[in-house]
């Protein structure tokens, strides 16, 4: 079965307001992880990585957080703005070479 | 520069037909990486490429089944179709081999097998 997963499959939040998004993996040995961007009619949209070295990093009013001791990622959005509405997932490989293994994604509404 | 580019959009095939799907990596990505995509199953990998070679391989029958060209440039192939099939397939291109570079979709070719 996957490894990576969603805590929530929707998730609204009034525009302005911090959006964080959750993430459980089970494999301990993971070392890199990606979030995306899904938006209707379109390919996911490559938005933040970080590697397991690191437990928080952050780009243009996104965050990610990494806590290896629980195995849990999270994605946060500051001032959510309805462009922001998507379809979110992340992304773990598992080890090595081997490829990218996505969560269901969390569906994002903002709400103006 | 250029994003990934899928070829086409949009396909209607019938059961027991067979399909030719492209994909053009951004310039300078050796691997290109497939994907399917359903409501109930998610992202599913497919198959990689590097340098002509596939390197992973995901647990597809083996009607799937791609190729890579000198050029970085990839098609997959899907024979005698089943509806289960329906789906939307998406390439990705990467710098490097494997998952331990980001991934970069292009929006995917919508298959409907009717």
């Known amino acids: 079965g996957e490894s990576v997963g969603l805590h929530l499959p929707t998730l609204s939040v009034q525009e302005g307001d911090n959006s964080i998004i959750n993430c459980a993996y089970s494999n301990s040995a993971s070392d890199y992880f990606i979030w995306y961007k899904q938006e209707s009619g379109k390919g996911p949209q490559f938005i933040i990585d970080?590697?397991?070295?690191?437990d928080k990093r952050q780009g243009q009013r996104v965050t990610v957080l990494l806590n290896k001791t629980v195995k849990h990622l999270s994605l946060q959005i500051a001032a959510t703005q309805p462009g922001d509405s998507a379809v979110y997932f992340c992304?773990?490989?598992?080890?090595?070479?081997?490829?990218?293994?996505f969560g269901k994604g969390t569906r994002l509404s903002v709400i103006a | 520069k250029a994003g990934v580019t899928q070829t086409p959009r949009y396909l209607i095939k019938t059961r027991g037909q067979q399909v030719t799907l492209s994909c053009s990596p951004i310039s300078g990505h050796r691997s290109v990486s497939w994907y399917q995509q359903t409501p109930g199953q998610g992202l599913q990998f497919l198959f990689e490429y590097f340098s002509e070679t596939q390197r992973n391989k995901g647990n597809f029958p083996g009607r799937f089944s791609g190729r890579q060209f000198s050029n970085s440039r990839s098609e997959m192939n899907v024979s005698t179709l089943e509806l289960g099939d329906s789906a939307l397939y998406l390439c990705?291109?990467?710098?490097?081999?494997?998952?331990?570079?980001?991934?970069?979709f292009g929006n995917g070719t919508r298959l409907t097998v009717t």
């Open positions: 990705a291109s990467s710098e490097g081999q494997g998952g331990n570079s980001p991934l970069h």
């Open positions: 970080i590697r397991s070295n690191m």
């Open positions: 992304a773990e490989n598992l080890s090595g070479n081997t490829p990218l293994v």
